[in-house]
């Protein structure tokens, strides 16, 4: 790492001024009858607030770049609050629905290869994070979206087909497709297990040193535009020279000025993981692949632990994600299981194994988030993943990481992923609560 240029550029030429992580410095502990939060006695370079996909991975980064980098999060990483917090998520690069789908694309690409040297890196002597199975998109028509995907894999030299529906039957015979004449197919997309991959960059960060504080933060110490600390609930306040703000759904909260009306947080994901037949292989890894069709998308049950079929489709909407309640309600699951057995007749009457429910968290244009504060000059804002940013994990994180060291790896993404100046109402999602979600108009 070019540590000069880091300290230039993150201010942390004025480290004398900070003041170390010093503990009840506004007497809230007293106010709040809270037990302190446990502190390393340090001042970090980085720190990093939240440690879902967005914090966990740019904090790896950070570390194994030789930066000091600490890691705060309310509960702990991909804690079952968090968005990040699932069991899996699908990884595929057909995003030519988006403003800047050249560099989603691109991304999506780089990341499925990124995600297998992080297996072969550090999880080879236990189950990979990474399964291949390939995703099918079907639809009735041929679309624009459909067409970019194709163009902009033919300039990314991607691997992708057009298969004719009898070739679908052929090769997935679990699958009914005859309400969907197109189909396209990417051999290379696959599922990562996210919860277990977030720890696992957690894990990664300890091992190099990297410490962590449980403990829920406001930014309320600022001075000459810049954050001097942010205060824990129990009344510490911890400092660093640079400050990343990595609170996916909860930026609204935390940022209220900045990012109250530039993220949608209110819509809720509802994902229901049904069973599959006792001893039938057919709905499993590898033997059935992901899949996105009109109304939702999914995957097979896969390894290790064959958690279950999954689909998602869009949910209620509630304002704030610490206390929504993470109940799917039974008639979306069985809006769910409907749209399942369309598919695949024979899970229609499957039980369901599980159900999990989180907070999306839409930037106005469908973008991610990766801009310094507009207000305090050494705060990073990231996020805004859309519905869609786990899949892209290492790529995101080692670009913020270099970003907040000063180096600009991919100027066309420090373009794209601005903080945008335009600002929304936050307002309910309009139409039935938990059908697709309404208010994304970029998921295909
Ligand atoms: C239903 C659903 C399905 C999805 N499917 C896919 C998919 O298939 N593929 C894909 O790529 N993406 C998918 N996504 C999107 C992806 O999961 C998210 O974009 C990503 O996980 C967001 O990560 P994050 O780090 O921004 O936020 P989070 O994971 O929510 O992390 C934010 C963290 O900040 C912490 N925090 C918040 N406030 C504070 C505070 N004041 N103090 C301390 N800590 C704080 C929280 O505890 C939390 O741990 C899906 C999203 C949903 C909702």
């Not at 904090?59 to 030789?66: K, V």
């Not at 990483?77 to 699908?90: D, I, K, M, V």
């Not at 090769?171 to 051999?187: G, I, K, Q, T, V």
Request: charged content about 25%; hydrophobic content about 35%; aromatic content about 10%.
């Amino acid at each position: 790492m070019d540590r000069r240029k880091f300290l230039g550029v993150t201010g942390a030429g004025a480290l004398g001024l900070t003041t170390g992580c010093a503990s009840a410095g506004t007497g809230r502990a007293e106010a709040r009858d809270l037990a302190p939060a446990v502190i390393p006695n340090r001042s970090p370079e980085v720190l990093v607030i939240g440690a879902g996909v967005f914090g966990m991975f740019a904090a790896h980064y950070l570390r194994d770049m030789g930066v000091d980098a600490m890691v705060v999060d309310q509960h702990g990483p991909a804690n079952l609050r968090a968005t990040s917090g699932a069991e899996t998520r699908g990884v595929r690069s057909s995003y030519a629905s988006r403003e800047h789908h050249p560099i989603w694309m691109r991304w999506a690409v780089q990341s499925i290869e990124a995600w297998k040297e992080w297996d072969a890196r550090y999880t080879r002597d236990r189950a990979p994070l990474f399964v291949t199975t390939g995703n099918i998109l079907l639809r009735e028509e041929m679309s624009p979206y459909l067409e970019r995907c194709a163009e902009q894999w033919d300039a990314l030299g991607t691997e992708y087909e057009w298969l004719d529906p009898d070739e679908v039957k052929y090769r997935f015979p679990m699958l009914d497709n005859s309400r969907y004449p197109l189909a396209l197919w990417e051999p290379g997309a696959g599922v990562v297990r996210a919860r277990a991959a977030v720890q696992s960059a957690a894990e990664q960060f300890r091992r190099n040193g990297g410490h962590f504080v449980t403990a829920k933060v406001t930014p309320d110490n600022v001075q000459g535009g810049r954050l001097t600390g942010v205060t824990t609930d129990s009344g510490e306040v911890l400092t660093a020279d640079t400050y990343v703000f990595a609170c996916g759904p909860w930026l609204p909260k935390v940022l209220p000025e900045v990012m109250g009306n530039r993220l949608r947080a209110r819509t809720m994901g509802y994902v229901v993981y049904f069973g599959t037949p006792p001893g039938d292989h057919r709905f499993q890894w590898p033997n059935c692949p992901s899949f996105g069709a009109p109304g939702g998308t999914g995957w097979p049950a896969v390894p290790p632990d064959y958690v279950g079929f999954r689909a998602r489709s869009g949910g209620a909407s509630s304002p704030d994600p610490d206390t929504s309640s993470r109940h799917v309600p039974l008639e979306s699951v069985e809006r769910q299981r409907e749209w399942v057995a369309g598919l695949f007749p024979a899970l229609a009457d499957q039980p369901v194994l599980g159900t999990r429910a989180c907070h999306y968290e839409s930037s106005i244009d469908g973008n991610f988030i990766i801009d310094v504060h507009p207000g305090w000059e050494n705060a990073w804002i990231v996020g805004g993943g859309s519905a869609e940013a786990f899949k892209q994990g290492p790529t995101l994180g080692s670009y913020i990481a270099n970003r907040i060291i000063g180096r600009d790896i991919d100027p066309e993404a420090t373009e794209g992923f601005r903080l945008n100046e335009e600002e929304f109402e936050q307002r309910d999602p309009p139409g039935e609560p938990d059908g697709p979600d309404p208010l994304d108009p970029y998921h295909p």
